[in-house]
């Protein structure tokens, strides 16, 4: 199965890590400012977390939606299938990247995200997920720019 990749990298480092990626034989391989996208499965995935050099963050997108206010960041979010991806017994984090007019502070923008997957397995399960900043289950990292939101998981750990 095909998945949609990003890649974060250092400042300077993006055209460094395609042909990193390239050489690994991933193809149609897309340099965007931060990092590179490829699309591929998760096997190739997890061998990019393993061997690149250059690379700092290997992130599965689950989604891109338009988000103009701070409920349209949480109806969003809960349309993810979170429990394909965690345990309602289990932790996560949430990365949150970005402002726009709608959601002018990170902070507040995480707990938005939080929120929504709590709320999802609470009304599912009736238990809800705890919030880890070491060692957690699951890293959710979200990108808001433009007033859309890139919604990931990253698989670096």
């Not at 960041?73 to 993810?80: A, D, E, K, N, P």
Request: aromatic share 10%; with cysteine.
């Amino acid at each position: 199965m095909q998945h949609r990749f990003f890649v974060t990298a250092g400042k300077g480092l993006t055209a460094l890590l395609r042909d990193e990626l390239v050489g690994f034989g991933l193809t149609e391989v897309v340099e965007k400012p931060g990092g590179v996208y490829f699309d591929g499965s998760l096997q190739q995935a997890y061998r990019t977390c393993l061997w690149s050099r250059i690379g700092n963050r290997v992130l599965l997108q689950l989604d891109i939606f338009p988000c103009t206010t701070a409920d349209a960041l949480y109806q969003g979010i809960r349309q993810t299938n979170w429990a394909k991806h965690m345990q309602s017994n289990g932790s996560f984090f949430v990365r949150f990247l970005g402002t726009d007019p709608a959601i002018r502070n990170s902070h507040f923008g995480a707990l938005r995200v939080k929120d929504a997957i709590v709320d999802q397995f609470r009304e599912s399960s009736g238990e809800r997920p705890s919030v880890s900043t070491e060692q957690p289950d699951l890293q959710v990292y979200v990108h808001l720019s433009r007033s859309k939101v890139a919604l990931y998981l990253d698989l670096s750990g």
